[in-house]
């Protein structure tokens, strides 16, 4: 009777507590919430803390400056000078951009969008797409069939079919003596001539420049064929960090084969040699300059001077000669390098973020509070701190097998206070007994 007793009361009070405890969850989701807002509170605590003045931890890097973008549709002149700006220079060229070539930022420009024949300047393109796929040394037998096509009155180099020629002295003859010759040979040697254009264009797109729609790669007049001082602007930057575009395009002079022999050429850049009068510029880096007779003269320039580094381009001067676009390029050079810190930016040569990128990266402040938080939360993981520890060691451990956390926490809890109501039958029984025992 007494054992009866005993279990029936083990029971009953078995029976309440499974009624009172919450059934398992494949989720654990008490345990889980816990540990949750404990991590992130301490996740955001220490970001706070992170963020804070005087911490000796990374600090919040100052926010980029605001970029109007739109503001280089706009026709005219556009410039954003703060106190003690110096004047824009006054130019007669048809369009023209200055900018900072290590943050893309325009410092001023005129009609940067305006689309016009690029001539010459657009070698500079073909070089992006064509010259990272063959080595400086690697040698090429030149095809009569490579030489078909020339342009009437085109710039040449000399090059000749069943001559051999290293990959460089080719991009010399670009980049020099702005050889049409070469650039027909190094396009049959990158997929044909008539692939070159979708290639070039699609290059463009990549960087950003939306004005250029590609024709003939040597930039000969073509129908349709159009740039803009904006694209010219960005090809010089790109090409300002491939140091093998930057090494020929900054090449005074240079000997080119002529089979047993050579012959020397130089930069067709007036203010890279200093050559008809014009005077050589400080820190010039070089590029590419161009003519035709629809294109005018155009230039794409980059100098350096202390840390800071220029690019400008400039299309059809409608005054001054021919060689008014190398003196308007140096004024452009000049103001920037005077102005760089003294005007708020009208443009950015950098391409817009495409849409899924910018909801990945949001703001800069945000992406770097982002990457403090997974940092502190891996230290979380690491060594848990004084308070979230219990958390930490109660969270549930996924189930490999289901690709979720684990319901074994859960459903234990309730078999352990069962277990320990039967024991305390168990022990009542025994007292009850003895107390029995006692009495009789």
Request: charged share 20%.
């Amino acid at each position: 009777m007494i054992v009866t007793s005993a279990v029936r009361h083990a029971a009953a009070g078995t029976a309440a507590m499974l009624l009172v405890l919450p059934a398992p969850s494949a989720t654990a989701s008490p345990v889980t919430s816990t540990a949750t807002v404990a991590s992130t509170a301490a996740v955001t605590s220490t970001a706070t803390v992170t963020s804070s003045p005087g911490s000796l931890r990374e600090p919040t890097p100052p926010s980029r400056r605001y970029v109007d973008r739109a503001r280089l549709d706009r026709k005219g002149t556009q410039v954003q000078p703060l106190p003690g700006a110096p004047d824009v220079p006054s130019l007669s060229a048809l369009s023209w951009v200055v900018a900072d070539a290590s943050s893309g930022e325009v410092l001023a420009a005129r009609n940067a969008h305006r689309k016009l024949p690029p001539a010459s300047t657009l070698k500079a393109l073909f070089a992006l797409t064509a010259l990272p796929h063959h080595e400086p040394s690697e040698q090429h037998t030149v095809a009569d069939s490579e030489l078909t096509g020339i342009g009437d009155g085109s710039s040449l180099v000399g090059v000749k079919e069943g001559y051999t020629y290293k990959v460089s002295d080719l991009w010399n003859g670009v980049f020099l003596s702005s050889g049409n010759d070469a650039v027909h040979v190094l396009a049959a040697m990158n997929g044909g001539w008539e692939s070159m254009p979708g290639r070039m264009q699609e290059k463009a797109r990549s960087l950003g420049a939306l004005d250029t729609q590609v024709v003939s790669p040597d930039g000969y007049d073509a129908p349709g064929q159009v740039s803009s001082a904006y694209d010219l602007a960005v090809f010089g930057r790109a090409g300002l960090q491939d140091p093998a575009f930057t090494r020929y395009c900054s090449t005074r002079y240079a000997d080119f084969p002529a089979g047993s022999w050579s012959y020397g050429i130089a930069n067709t850049n007036r203010l890279l040699t200093g050559a008809d009068g014009v005077d050589r510029y400080p820190g010039l880096i070089g590029i590419k300059n161009g003519y035709t007779s629809n294109a005018g003269n155009t230039l794409i320039s980059a100098a350096r001077r202390g840390d800071r580094t220029l690019v400008v381009s400039v299309m059809n001067p409608q005054s001054g000669g021919g060689l008014a676009v190398y003196e308007e390029a140096r004024e452009l050079l000049d103001w920037g390098f005077e102005a760089a810190d003294r005007v708020q930016p009208v443009g950015s040569l950098l391409p817009v973020p495409t849409e899924p990128t910018k909801a990945a990266a949001g703001s800069g402040n945000r992406a770097v509070a982002v990457a403090r938080e997974s940092r502190e939360a891996k230290a979380d993981r690491r060594a848990p701190r004084a308070g979230a520890e219990a958390a930490a060691v109660a969270a549930p451990a996924k189930d490999p097998a289901r690709g979720e956390e684990s319901s074994d926490a859960s459903a234990g809890l309730p078999l352990a206070l069962v277990g320990s109501a039967c024991a305390a039958a168990l022990a009542l029984w025994g007292w009850r007994r003895r107390t029995a025992h006692r009495a009789g």
